[in-house]
């Protein structure tokens, strides 16, 4: 059974902007946080945002001020808004979603380039 479905990704040039959507298998205010997390090939995957259930939103460094995490509870949708796009954002960017229990959930990815 398929709990989060990203979308969103493809080829954008240098300072371009994409967003990306994972949609989820039932009520999101029902996790504690959901977030987006990229991995490059041969690199352990890394933290990228996360909005928690009361908001609360957390950026890492190397995105903070380009990179916007949103949710839409009407539609069990959170966001990702990446502008000012650098080739080295290119990844694989997961959905990922953990419940107030503990129990965490990943998407299959999307496929994100930034290339001129």
């Known amino acids: 059974q398929v709990q989060l479905v990203e979308s969103g990704g493809g080829l954008v040039q240098p300072g371009g902007s994409l967003r990306l959507s994972c949609a989820a298998s039932?009520?999101?205010?029902?996790?504690?946080?959901m977030g987006w997390y990229r991995q490059v090939p041969g690199k352990q995957r890394e933290w990228v945002a996360t909005i928690t259930w009361s908001g609360t939103t957390n950026y890492a460094d190397s995105v903070k001020g380009r990179f916007t995490i949103s949710r839409d509870n009407a539609k069990n949708t959170v966001y990702l808004q990446m502008n000012s796009l650098k080739p080295e954002d290119t990844a694989v960017y997961y959905c990922n979603r953990e419940s107030f229990r503990g129990l965490v959930d990943w998407g299959q990815g999307t496929q994100v380039t930034v290339s001129s």
């Open positions: 039932g009520s999101i205010v029902r996790y504690k946080v």
